[in-house]
């Protein structure tokens, strides 16, 4: 097929993706770790901040308000998606 390499190709990158972003969480829990502040390399430097955030949180919003209200405050979209998986492969 045409599209054979291009789908191998992105689910090579997709991995490598999931790798680094893996590794990058264990670096932030560490860093984390050590306690808000700056830290610094010989090439980037980073901060550990600690803050509150806001959110809403959508079960609460179903709880507490009517349908009506939800459905006046819920936007829709539509979404194009791309869902790569390896093929599982038998030995």
Known sequence: MVYEKM???LGTI????QELESTARKLKAELIARGVG???GLDFIAEVQHYDRASIDPKL???????TTVAKVTAIKAVDAVVVKPIQQTV
Do not use: L
């Not at 997709?14 to 993706?17: R, S």
């Not at 919003?61 to 349908?67: A, L, M, P, T």
């Open 7 to 9: 789908i191998d190709e």
């Open 14 to 17: 997709h991995q490598q993706i």
């Open 38 to 40: 700056k830290y610094s």
């Open 61 to 67: 919003v179903r709880e507490f308000c009517d349908v």
